[in-house]
């Protein structure tokens, strides 16, 4: 914590008692900034009231959580066992799967008069199986990739999207449905309204034009490919290049099918970047030729627009990150800045855990919630992926730390929607009438998707705080720079003074050590395990910050598929970049 201001700090209060410790640093980076460290010691939320000498006071708030590898192994126990649903004789055929999840009830929610909800797709029902989709690719676990490898094999292929006939590979609106002259007396629940315009019916439920849902769908199976691809027997029901197949289908699926809303950015509309990425870099120049074209139509439209970042409701927030990314790829720079410069208009830096790099959203509430009603949602999915554009501009912009400190902030917000015992939230609601996290789980997946995107280590050498490291621990001894990473992947780390960004398609970073003065940097590297290894590098620097001196192993030449390969040890692994 940095405080500045032209009267010295009188005294500091916690509420809850004790449940933040702070302590002034001896040494401060810069006169003009007193220094603290914060240690969270209770979890929940924290407001620290900071009162100068002249009687004028400050509040900052604070989210005390578990550290973030913790919250998202609670997170995938969770969603792969209390809400894993198998039963036989659901009519509906959503068994097995991960399903939506009521946290008040203690149960999965079977029925919704909101039918997605209950029904496995649109964000409000997919939520939760896309959230164990990332979580996997985050922090993969053998049991819970099984568990997931059945729901796609069960549900998802041949019930949540089509399989055969001339909707192969469509994506239904949802498994479930109000269809009473199908299902015996009184099976839907009374205690619900099934008369609004949410309640669909069966051929309502089938149809596919709802691009907004395709997404989801490609990133389970592109999770899936990863998997397959970069770790040994974790993966066990396909290949790698079956579901890498699948994940093209569904894209181009999403254009075919769902052009009337496809006109849009999509939510979690990196994932057809990387797919289309993947293509090329498994030699499928023709798949990736049709899937470019497929995508450079929509870009093209957006690059006619003023303002290239529509949606089905006014004034949203969730078209930007897929426009954004697009924008980027064709070179249509100046429709990414504009998109850019929207997110960072709605995307604030406040010493406010709700608030810091929360994205504005007041509505879904209404669709995905279980409390239903239109108001200000703290750390709802707009925060998890605009912060994917957000980082991606800091990388390309080092010198811009406002984009770092609110893209950053989004993808924490996202952590502190999952509680003490694993169960994701879709956001907090922030009137005063109510101010915690609403009980369904509802559309808690497209947010962990932005956090999984950009979950990564920071290392900044700022002007006035000196060295800071924004996911990961710091330590500095004469020219030698130390960072652990502590971010829930730790397979990404951002060098900012060389613009260095190093990625990791398997194995872990275990702790960096930067030379400045000499241009080195070791690496050690998590040990093997029983699925993984070899650990594949990539070293990534933009063009115009490559002047520096570009990296390049030491003693590694051989790349595959744009990956260094690097045979882990049952130790730590050390592999040494020189400039």
């Given at each position: ?8 700090v ?26 603290y ?32 590898s ?44 909101r ?171 023709a ?30 927030s ?31 830096t ?27 949602q ?21 010198d811009?730390?406002?984009?770092l ?7 924490m ?16 609601h922030?009137f ?24 990564a ?47 990791l ?70 592999v040494?970049?020189m400039?």
């Amino acid at each position: 914590m940095f405080l500045r201001y032209s009267q010295p700090v009188k005294s500091i209060d916690v509420e809850p008692s004790g449940s933040i410790d702070i302590q002034k640093k001896s040494e401060a980076s810069n006169r003009e900034f007193t220094e603290y460290s914060v240690t969270g010691k209770q979890w929940g939320r924290s407001r620290v009231t900071i009162t100068y000498e002249d009687g004028l006071t400050q509040s900052i708030h604070y989210f005390v959580m578990k550290p973030q590898s913790e919250a998202v192994a609670d997170m995938g126990r969770f969603l792969t066992h209390e809400q894993w649903f198998d039963d036989p004789k659901d009519p509906f055929h959503r068994n097995p799967s991960v399903l939506t999840y009521d946290k008040e009830a203690n149960h999965v929610v079977t029925q919704d008069s909101r039918v997605w909800i209950a029904g496995l797709s649109d964000e409000g029902g997919a939520g939760s199986w896309l959230a164990t989709a990332m979580k996997e690719y985050v922090q993969p676990d053998p049991e819970e990739v099984a568990k997931f490898e059945q729901f796609v094999d069960g549900v998802l292929w041949g019930g949540i999207q089509f399989k055969e006939g001339p909707k192969k590979y469509g994506v239904r609106k949802s498994l479930f449905y109000y269809q009473p002259n199908e299902l015996p007396p009184n099976y839907y629940r009374s205690d619900l309204d099934w008369k609004s315009w949410t309640s669909w019916n069966k051929q309502a439920s089938e149809a596919v034009d709802r691009s907004f849902n395709y997404p989801h769908v490609a990133a389970a199976y592109w999770v899936l490919y990863r998997l397959a691809r970069n770790h040994s027997g974790l993966v066990k029901n396909h290949p790698w290049d079956w579901y890498l197949d699948q994940a093209y289908e569904t894209s181009m699926a999403m254009v075919r099918f769902g052009e009337g809303l496809a006109q849009f950015g999509q939510m979690e509309g990196d994932i057809f970047v990387a797919i289309l990425n993947d293509l090329k870099a498994e030699g499928r120049a023709a798949e990736a030729s049709q899937l470019e074209a497929a995508m450079k139509a929509r870009a093209d439209h957006w690059k006619t627009e003023a303002y290239p970042f529509g949606s089905e409701m006014p004034w949203d927030s969730t078209g930007q990150e897929e426009v954004y990314a697009w924008s980027n790829y064709f070179g249509y720079t100046d429709k990414a800045e504009v998109t850019i410069n929207a997110i960072v208009g709605y995307m604030p830096t406040v010493p406010h855990w709700g608030y810091n790099g929360s994205a504005r959203r007041y509505w879904d509430f209404l669709y995905a919630a279980k409390y239903s009603r239109i108001e200000r949602q703290l750390h709802h999915y707009g925060s998890g992926i605009n912060a994917i554009p957000m980082l991606a501009e800091y990388r390309a912009h080092p010198d811009d730390i406002h984009l770092l400190r609110a893209g950053y902030g989004g993808v924490m917000g996202v952590l502190t929607n999952i509680d003490q015992q694993g169960f994701d939230s879709p956001a907090f609601h922030s009137f005063p009438d109510m101010l915690r996290f609403d009980p369904l789980s509802g559309d808690n997946g497209t947010n962990f998707f932005g956090h999984a995107w950009s979950a990564a280590t920071y290392v900044v050498s700022h002007p006035d705080f000196g060295w800071i490291c924004f996911g990961g621990n710091l330590s500095v001894s004469g020219d030698e720079v130390t960072v652990e990473p502590k971010d829930a992947s730790r397979t990404r780390v951002y060098l900012a003074p060389v613009g260095l960004w190093l990625t990791l398609d398997s194995g872990q970073f275990e702790r960096l050590i930067w030379n400045g003065k000499t241009g080195s940097l070791r690496i050690a590297l998590a040990p093997m395990n029983q699925f993984t290894t070899q650990a594949r590098l990539r070293i990534d620097q933009p063009a115009h910050l490559a002047g520096v001196g570009e990296f390049h192993p030491s003693a590694i030449s051989v790349k595959a598929r744009g990956a260094y390969s690097v045979a882990l040890l049952a130790s730590e692994t050390w592999v040494d970049l020189m400039q």
